[in-house]
């Protein structure tokens, strides 16, 4: 099947610095990415939907220019947490929706987790 | 109420039982996902539904869409299947909708050796 992949699997960082996620598509053509943040013990709550070469849809109560998405091919979109701080420390996953497998839905990737000291 | 419900929440069992996850969901949809995650975060898709069964090794999944609602059944459970489950519905509305997906709350399972 497809293969979403995650760089890094984990990050800790201090507060205050940025902190770059990436998400790659391995061997399909991604249409649409999704990300999505977990605290523990909960359900996962979509940040952000992005369409490759357009600029991203956030959801309600997520900062834009915190959380920056860039989508710039059809297997490759990264997520920024800028000026990270300790609230932000969660479980980031990105999800890859593609029209043109078989499948026909999403991949998940495996995760990323993040630590703000 | 949430538009997709899981249930149980917690489900214990014993290795070599058969496991019931229920998943009712309030909206029209064009396709529900079941999901595992295991304890390091990772997320597995395990069926994608628009109707009827689908079967994988030892699980099962059925979506019964007159009545909105899908299971998932573990045959002969094992230790190794102790994970969240998640059933996640995406909408009718489809890519008008940017193709997203619902969660529910998600269902712990713990299969004891």
């Known amino acids: 099947g497809a293969v979403v992949s995650q760089h890094p699997s984990w990050v800790i960082c201090k507060s205050g610095t940025s902190v770059k996620i990436e998400c790659r598509s391995l061997d399909f053509q991604a249409t649409t990415m999704f990300w999505y943040r977990q605290f523990p013990k909960q359900s996962l709550m979509l940040m952000a939907t992005?369409?490759?070469?357009?600029?991203?849809?956030?959801e309600q109560g997520v900062e834009k220019d915190k959380f920056l998405i860039n989508h710039a091919s059809l297997t490759l979109s990264t997520l920024t947490v800028t000026s990270a701080h300790p609230e932000d420390s969660s479980f980031y996953i990105c999800?890859?929706?593609?029209?043109?497998?078989?499948?026909?839905?999403?991949?998940f990737g495996p995760g990323t987790r993040l630590t703000v000291l | 109420k949430n538009e997709v419900e899981q249930s149980p929440q917690n489900l214990t069992a014993q290795e070599g039982e058969f496991i019931t996850i229920n998943c009712s969901y309030s909206v029209g949809i064009s396709a529900l996902h079941w999901l595992q995650q295991h304890p390091g975060g990772g997320i597995v898709s395990l069926f994608m539904l628009s109707s009827g069964k689908k079967k994988h090794g030892r699980l099962i999944a059925t979506i019964n869409i007159q009545e909105k609602h899908s299971s998932l059944h573990i045959t002969a459970s094992h230790p190794r299947d102790s994970a969240v489950y998640i059933c996640?519905?995406?909408?009718?509305?489809?890519?008008?909708?940017?193709?997203?997906?619902?969660f529910g709350g998600g269902t712990r399972v713990l299969v004891k050796p």
């Open positions: 999800s890859a929706f593609s029209r043109t497998t078989a499948y026909n839905e999403q991949f």
């Open positions: 992005s369409n490759e070469g357009s600029k991203a849809t956030y």
């Open positions: 996640a519905v995406r909408s009718r509305g489809g890519e008008a909708a940017g193709n997203k997906l619902t």
